[in-house]
T-cell receptor, first 112, second 115 residues
Framework: GQQLNQSPQSMFIQEGEDVSMNCTSS?????WLWYKQDPGEGPVLLIA?????ELTSNGRLTAQFGITRKDSFLNISASIPSDVGIYFC????????????FGQGTTLQVKP | EPEVTQTPSHQVTQMGQEVILRCVPI?????FYWYRQILGQKVEFLVS????????KSEIFDDQFSVERPDGSNFTLKIRSTKLEDSAMYFC?????????????FGEGSWLTVV
């Protein structure tokens, strides 16, 4: 089945540093999504990417949809303690039943 | 902003018991989903539901699982005879349609503990 490979698995950084994480897939997706999950809560959408090559920002977050439609990255600039959480990439299988396929997640810890 | 609501937020049940998790999707949405997340792992797709029937299910969604939309607002997930390995956070989600750009909204989750 479709799988997304997300890396790195975890990151421990100093406040103020920039962060980068990425996702690759063996399949093409028409939409890539990045979610953040805080402990005990549901995933919250950060950025959605709809076109190959698209670069989109949301505050300190920037994400890009790869040209091949098989990959995406998320950058967080000038990290702050509240950036702590698990970040998931997801591919939108909108062509079939519209389900999302999730990556394994990147756990981010920020040291003040 | 409209949201997907789930109840209960947390349920503890004995192995072998039946559990029903409830969800109220966003009112004008047509596609409904259940996902599962075992502690420390990724979010996994269980089942999608459209037009009052299952449109796709994963390998996880075996005969112990069923879904239902008993009325115009609720969407339920039933686990007939729970096992220890069913302990997880279960997320309901909905979307208006499958047009790219109309993405999926998740509920806060129902944490199921099987003892």
């Amino acid at each position: 089945g479709q799988q997304l490979n997300q890396s790195p698995q975890s990151m421990f950084i100093q406040e103020g540093e920039d962060v980068s994480m990425n996702c690759t897939s063996s399949s093409i997706f028409n939409t890539w999504l990045w979610y953040k999950q805080d402990p005990g809560e549901g995933p919250v959408l950060l950025i959605a990417l709809y076109k190959a090559g698209e670069l989109t920002s949301n505050g300190r977050l920037t994400a890009q949809f790869g040209i091949t439609r098989k990959d995406s990255f998320l950058n967080i600039s000038a990290s702050i303690p509240s950036d702590v959480g698990i970040y998931f990439c997801a591919g939108d299988d909108s062509g079939n039943t519209g389900k999302l396929i999730f990556g394994q997640g990147t756990t981010l810890q920020v040291k003040p | 902003e409209p949201e997907v609501t789930q109840t209960p937020s947390h349920q503890v049940t004995q192995m072998g018991q039946e559990v029903i998790l409830r969800c109220v999707p966003i009112s004008n949405h047509l596609y409904f989903y259940w996902y599962r997340q075992i502690l420390g792992q990724k979010v996994e797709f269980l089942v999608s539901f459209y037009n009052n029937e299952i449109s796709e299910k994963s390998e996880i969604f075996d005969d112990q699982f069923s879904v239902e939309r008993p009325d115009g607002s609720n969407f339920t997930l039933k686990i007939r005879s729970t096992k220890l390995e069913d302990s997880a956070m279960y997320f309901c989600a909905s979307r208006r349609d499958r047009v790219s750009g109309n993405t999926i909204y998740f509920g806060e989750g129902s944490w199921l503990t099987v003892v």
